[in-house]
C-alpha cells in the first residue's frame, strides 16, 4: 500500500451528527486535531446546519443536504487556505453543528408582581406564567454571537437570559395594554402573540426567533384574590336581608338537639294557628276584605301583608293555591307528604316539600303525650 493512501485513510471521511437529547442546541463534531480530509463527505440532516470554522473564524455554512468537502463548493474556505490538491492534505477546521429544529415547552414566570393601574380596581399587582419556543434562523450568528467555542451548548445555557427578556416585555406590555385585569383571561392569546414579536426583536440580534409564546395564567396576589372572593360570593347571594334569613333558617335546621327540635315544632304549631285565624279573615286568594269604619269610630288599621300561597303537583296535575295553614293540614291528613312537588311564586321550578325551609317544618310537628288511660 502506497505511504500517502495510508496516511490519507487515517483521516476521517464521513461527518454527521445524529441527535438524542431533544434539549442540545450546539454541538461540536470532535475530531483530535480537527484534522478532516479533503474530500470528505458531510451529511446535514433535516433541522440541522453545519457551521465551519477555520483557524478562528467563521468560514461557511451548510443547510441539509450531502456534501463533498472540495474546493468547488467551500469557496470562501478556498480564500483562507490553500491546497496541495497532488498530495490531497487534509485540513485543520472546527465543525459545529447547529439544531434548527423548535425547542419547546420552555418555562417562564414574573419573579416579583407587575405593577399597573386597573380601570375598576386601581393600582394592582400581577404575577403571570407561562411557556414559549425558540428557533435558531441563524446558524452563524447565534454561534459567535452566544455560543463562541462551547463544545456542547444546551437550551438551558440561554434560557435564564431569555426569561429576563420576556419578564421585561410582559411587564411593558399588561402595564401598557389597557385591559381590565378581570378581562385578561379572554386576552391571554392576543397578549401573548405581542409580547412574542417584541421579543423575538431582539433575539434577531442572537440569530434566534421566538416563534410562539403562551400566557397560562395571570393571578391577583392571595389577599386580592380573597377580597374578589368575597365581592364575588355577595353578588352571588343578591338579597342580603333574603340571604341573611336563609342562612339564620339553615343554621337552625342544622342544630340538631332534641330541645330544639321541640321549640321548633312548637313554634311552626303556634304559626299554624295564627295562620289560620288570619286566613279566616281572607278572602278565597289570601286577600282581605275591605274594612267597615264605624261613623264614630278609630281609623282601621292597613291590610297586612299577602301571605305565600302554594301548589302542589300529584298525578300530572296541579292544585292550589293552598295558604301555608292548609298545607299543615293537609300534612296532618297525610294528602301532603314530603315528597310532594310545591311550588310559589319566586321559586326556581318545582321542589320536594322536605326541601323547602318554610315547609320542612311541617313533618317536624310532634303531637302531645296521650292522655291518661
Not at 33 to 46: C, D, S, W
Not at 91 to 111: A, H, P
Not at 288 to 314: F, S, T
Amino acid at each position: 500500500m502506497p505511504i500517502f493512501d495510508f496516511l490519507a485513510g487515517q483521516f476521517i471521511d464521513v461527518i454527521h451528527w445524529t441527535d438524542d437529547t431533544r434539549d442540545t442546541m450546539v454541538t461540536r463534531f470532535e475530531r483530535e486535531g480537527h484534522e478532516i480530509k479533503y474530500g470528505a463527505k458531510l451529511t446535514v440532516r433535516e433541522g440541522q446546519a453545519a457551521v465551519f470554522v477555520h483557524e478562528g473564524q467563521l468560514a461557511d455554512v451548510f443547510t441539509p443536504g450531502l456534501y463533498m468537502l472540495e474546493t468547488n463548493n467551500m469557496p470562501i474556505m478556498t480564500s483562507l487556505q490553500h491546497w496541495d490538491h497532488g498530495f490531497r492534505s487534509p485540513f485543520k477546521s472546527e465543525i459545529y453543528f447547529v439544531s434548527t429544529n423548535r425547542f419547546t415547552d420552555l418555562k417562564w414566570g414574573t419573579k416579583n408582581p407587575v405593577m399597573l393601574r386597573d380601570p375598576e380596581f386601581g393600582p394592582v399587582r400581577l404575577r403571570a406564567f407561562g411557556t414559549y419556543a425558540i428557533k435558531v434562523t441563524d446558524p452563524g450568528l447565534f454561534l459567535t454571537e452566544i455560543v463562541g467555542t462551547d463544545g456542547e451548548f444546551t437550551r438551558d445555557e440561554i434560557s435564564y437570559q431569555i426569561r429576563n427578556i420576556i419578564v421585561q416585555e410582559v411587564s411593558r406590555t399588561l402595564a401598557s395594554s389597557g385591559i381590565p385585569v378581570l378581562d385578561m383571561a379572554a386576552n391571554t392569546a392576543d397578549l401573548g402573540k405581542l409580547v412574542a414579536a417584541e421579543v423575538s426583536k431582539t433575539l434577531a440580534t442572537y440569530g434566534l426567533v421566538m416563534p410562539e409564546l403562551y400566557i397560562e395564567n395571570i393571578s391577583l396576589p392571595p389577599a386580592v384574590e380573597k377580597a374578589l372572593d368575597a365581592r364575588t360570593s355577595r353578588g352571588i347571594a343578591g338579597n342580603l336581608d333574603e340571604h341573611m334569613k336563609w342562612r339564620a333558617a339553615e343554621a337552625l335546621a342544622e342544630g340538631g338537639s332534641a330541645g330544639g327540635a321541640m321549640g321548633m315544632g312548637m313554634g311552626a304549631g303556634l304559626g299554624m294557628q295564627m295562620a289560620e285565624a288570619v286566613a279566616g279573615r281572607r278572602g278565597p286568594w289570601g286577600t282581605a276584605p275591605a274594612p267597615v269604619q264605624g261613623a264614630g269610630g278609630p281609623a282601621a288599621p292597613p291590610p297586612p301583608p299577602a301571605e305565600k300561597v302554594w301548589h302542589i303537583a300529584e298525578n300530572g296535575e296541579t292544585q292550589g293555591p293552598f295558604s301555608r295553614a292548609r298545607l299543615g293540614r293537609m300534612a296532618s291528613e297525610g294528602s301532603l307528604t314530603r315528597q310532594t312537588y310545591v311550588w310559589t311564586a319566586g321559586q326556581d321550578g318545582w321542589m320536594r316539600a322536605e326541601d323547602v325551609t318554610e315547609l320542612a317544618q311541617l313533618f317536624t310537628v310532634m303531637p302531645p303525650p296521650p292522655p291518661a288511660p
